[in-house]
């Protein structure tokens, strides 16, 4: 089921879909990438000499000058010299062809020194060189900003994420290509025009404004940029649609003028008279003249116009606000929807006026219209929600079961519908009362003859009146609310109703009763699903949800069964192959789980065929750096958090992780501190990232900076944290706050569960009492 945007706005699919460069540059863009793949590997140039380091010295921004005389306290210039190491480490790997070595040592170059362009700059050939796209694209990303302008490389990533809907991120290529293009010729328009669709689609209107305005310029004086009819055509491909874009960009930039020079380009474009008439209003509005802007939108609106959905009645109530008379809405919008009742998008907006002014039975009545006719999400959340406040359970069944009937499940409702919906009991046991009177007398007819001539004048499943979607609607919110008996027998029904649909309704139910914390239960669906052979034994979907609720339920044995059963379903499945892994690592069987990760990163190193396969590898990697820390062995750890980094330089996770390592051994502090705030910026409410930064402060002898940052991760951790609670403690007494340094400590002893570091807990107990305690240096 589709979901339908109320601000959704001009139809641009045709234009959007065609990448609007010229026909010399669209020639060269597919052998862009192929010739920096080709010539990268052998770019490193000679071996690395004494005038090599020099040059790179000079490279890397730096006087040159002997390591013994950098000033001892200088974080800056012992990472640009730790830079310098990895970088000359790089080059000398890239002579011997070890190329996967030498990106690795590049991308750490970088780290150690990130606003250094010659890095990035043999970082990006290289990783294109070995086929490691995504990691080229990221590195890229960064050169761009510094300054990168390799104008094959630019437009060949820039086409390809525009292909692959990364608007924002082709964006960036195209901003770094620019410079490069001759502001006078062809190409130059078409890559404004390009900039400026892909600015658009990423909802960066001041920036598609200020392209298309560039492209605008050029069209009106085609000589000066050597534009001749071909290129002009197809620059604009279907003329109505490219301007209504560019009126779109105009108006949402704030530049009413501007739009308003474009909708007369607009009126010379035949077949879309009522559309000049929808933009006219709009330029009226901004322009602040509302007389003018409701002349010209009554002429829109009488067109009966659907494709723009709720967009112009929203623009109606701007206009009637403008001009003092929004009480106008309601029966202005009540009249024409007597003119046009089979409006659905006025329907739509007239029943959720009707919501707001708590007229319950007429926003009912049009929503119900608008589902019977045209469903679509936002209408469902809708008639939901007038349902609920107007109590009647017996249309919220309804409904309900026509969102399952349509969309398949519940969940699309949102959690917030569906949660008010469980936390009512009262509700709840309406709604189950009215299923199972739908039920009772289904069974009752199962049993006659008027039942199997009902069931062949119903559905081909021998379902009548809506009676499967409410089942399974039903049934659903028996699962989620962990109703186990009631969910099972109204699935089973629901089943029986529609045999076609057993192995979605099984995993819903399975899936909901996980929601609901009833795990065993859970599994005991999933393994139903399995015997009854709703699935084929090559579908691994419920041994692998299965393998997940057993391990919640802390049936380790037969979870690792069913995830090896999943795994052996699907074996190129990566996904599948670290489910085992991961059931080994909940299982505490750390030896074997370590074992099987690093199988994993072998024999999926070298795979870069898609983005979900290095995320698996990434996921591997984290768990794998816990694993060494659970053996003591702090540089594997270390280790493998940057290889997570080498591929992904922007992963919090990693960045928090390992910046944590190194403030407990107080090593790389400003380097440690500079990825943890990275991390908090990213998420800042995360409590173990604001644990991280709070303990990188009192390191470094910030102690009233710790004191703020670690209260903030005692307030938003769920629970109470013993190790955030040591370190908060710690914090107050370098603060000068011994009692609430006590007070705190003695929280964290009462934090500390049973399966705590036993002699970690002693400690901190001891700093209860000592006069003197010890605190972290």
Known sequence: MRRREKSSTTDTAGFSNRVLLGGCCLLMLAAAVSAVRADSAGSAGPAAGASDVQAVLTELGEPIQPIDVLPPDSPVETRKVEALAYFGAARIRQQNQQFAAALRLYQRAHRKDPLSLPILENIVPLALHLDHDDEAVRYTLKAVELGYREPQLLRGLGLHLTNEGRWADALVMYRGLLPSVDANSDTFVALRAEMGRLAYLAERYDEAADAFADVLTALNRPADQALDAEMTAELLGDKRITYEMFADAMLKAGRPEAARDVVRELKSIAGGEADDQYYLARVEVAAGHFDAALLALDAYLATQPVDRLMQPYELLGDVLLGLDRSDELLPRLTALQAEQPDNAPLAFYLGELYA???????????????????????????????????????????????????????????????????????????????????????????????????????????????????????????????????????????????????????????????????????????????????????????????????????????????????????????????????????????????????????????????????????DARLVLSNLALERDDRAQAEEWLEEVLDEFPDDVSAKNDLGYLWVERGEHLDEALEMIEQAVAAQPDNPAYLDSLGWAYYRLGRFDDAVGALTRAVEGAASADGVILDHLGDAYWKAGQPERARETWRRSVEAFDSGADRGRLERVRAKTTGESPAVAQ
């Open 356 to 618: 707001a002014e708590e007229e319950w039975e007429r926003a009912g009545g049009l929503l119900e219209r608008v589902i019977a006719d045209d469903p679509f999400v936002e209408a469902f959340e809708a008639l939901v929600t007038v349902d609920l406040e107007r109590d009647d359970a017996k249309r919220l069944a309804d409904v309900l079961g026509r969102v399952v009937e349509v969309g398949g499940e519940l969940s699309l409702l949102g959690d917030e519908l569906v949660d008010k919906i469980l936390s009512d009991q009262q509700l709840l046991s309406r709604l189950y009362t009215l299923v199972d009177a739908d039920v009772d007398a289904s069974l009752s007819d199962d049993t006659g003859a008027a039942g199997d001539a009902g069931a062949a004048d119903g559905d081909a499943d021998g379902d009548a009146g809506g009676q499967f979607g409410r089942c399974a609607a039903i049934a659903w919110l028996a699962a989620n609310s962990g109703d186990v008996e009631r969910a099972g027998r109204l699935f089973r029904r629901a089943i029986a109703l529609r045999p076609a649909a057993a192995a979605d309704l099984y995993s819903q139910w399975g899936v909901g009763l996980m929601m609901a914390e009833r795990y065993a239960a859970a599994w005991d669906v999933f393994a139903d699903g399995m015997r009854s052979g709703v699935t084929s034994p090559q579908n691994p979907l419920f041994n692998y949800l299965g393998s997940g609720a057993l391990v919640m339920a802390e049936r380790y044995d037969e979870a690792l069964t069913a995830a090896q059963a999943a795994a052996a379903a699907s074996p190129g499945n990566p996904r599948l192959a670290s489910r085992v892994a991961w059931v080994l690592y909940q299982a505490d069987r750390y030896d074997e789980a370590n074992q099987a990760y690093v199988k994993l990163v072998t024999d999926l190193e070298d795979n870069h065929s898609s983005a979900a396969v290095r995320d698996v590898l990434r």
